[in-house]
């Protein structure tokens, strides 16, 4: 399964960034996917998660009322829209899948592939 996370850019505090991810497609198989984000020296955390659907998201508390994620038509298709960036919000965002399963995943180790990341950079 490969992964390509893109649309991410600098962008001033306040503003907003539309992330895609486009995973390679998997026969008779329903998956969940992720988002994840991890800053300079930090660790990687939860950003938000799907189901195949898109009836079931969550996401970490930092993020609910700004971030909505969501899935195309195309289910292989996944996006993260953000709003009311903060400079908090830099990072390297990634997106992931795992190998089976249609559960919201909220640690890592739940995934199985990642995509490269894409570098989001909030300005003040």
């Known amino acids: 399964v490969q992964l390509q996370a893109s649309g991410g850019g600098l962008v001033q505090a306040g503003g907003s960034l539309r992330l895609s991810c486009a995973a390679s497609?998997?026969?008779?198989?329903?998956?969940?996917l992720g988002w994840y984000r991890q800053a300079p020296g930090k660790e990687r955390e939860f950003v938000a998660a799907i189901t195949w659907s898109g009836t079931r998201t969550d996401y970490a508390d930092s993020m609910k009322g700004r971030f909505t994620i969501s899935r195309g038509d195309d289910r292989n298709l996944m996006y993260l829209q953000m709003d009311s960036l903060k400079p908090e919000d830099t990072a390297v965002y990634y997106c992931?899948?795992?190998?089976?399963?249609?559960?919201?995943?909220?640690?890592?180790?739940?995934?199985?592939?990642w995509g490269q990341g894409t570098l989001v950079t909030v300005s003040n």
């Open positions: 497609a998997r026969t008779d198989q329903t998956y969940a």
């Open positions: 992931a899948a795992p190998e089976i399963g249609n559960n919201l995943g909220y640690k890592p180790g739940e995934y199985n592939y």
